[in-house]
Nanobody
Framework: QVQLVESGGGLVQAGGSLRLSCAAS????????MGWFRQAPGKEREFVAA????????FYADSVKGRFTISRDNAKNTIYLQMNNLKPEDAAVYYC??????????????????????WGQGTQVIVYS
């Protein structure tokens, strides 16, 4: 069992930055590929970014590419989402997710909610213009 706890959300002006963190419990953190998703009110949860167990492979939604950076520190059992140049449309609850394998199952599979076994409780990001 893995427990995920997100932090770092808050209120930020458009154009500003935030860094989200997701701390994971368990001794086998390096066995998990990880991802970030978000859900705005009235919308479905959507893929934001993903990272392989080693951190060598990263993947992004087109809407955040070039503005967001996903990273991980396996020594701290933590992944991060650095969000720069935030836009009002980035406002959402952001969720951290863990896949209970090192690799994703196939091409673009990291975008699917079903790829992940564990989810955090979410952290809210509000962007005002």
């Amino acid at each position: 069992q893995v427990q995920l706890v997100e932090s770092g959300g808050g209120l930020v002006q458009a154009g500003g930055s935030l860094r989200l963190s997701c701390a994971a419990s368990g001794r086998t953190f390096t066995s998990y590929a990880m991802g970030w998703f978000r859900q705005a009110p009235g919308k479905e949860r959507e893929f934001v970014a993903a990272i392989s167990w080693s951190g060598l492979s990263t993947f992004y939604a087109d809407s955040v590419k070039g503005r967001f950076t996903i990273s991980r520190d396996n020594a701290k059992n933590t992944i991060y989402l650095q969000m720069n140049n935030l836009k009002p449309e980035d406002a959402a609850v952001y969720y951290c997710a863990a896949r209970n394998q090192k690799y994703f199952s196939g091409s673009n599979s990291y975008r699917r909610l079903s790829e992940y076994a564990y989810w955090g409780q979410g952290t809210q990001v509000i962007v005002y213009s």
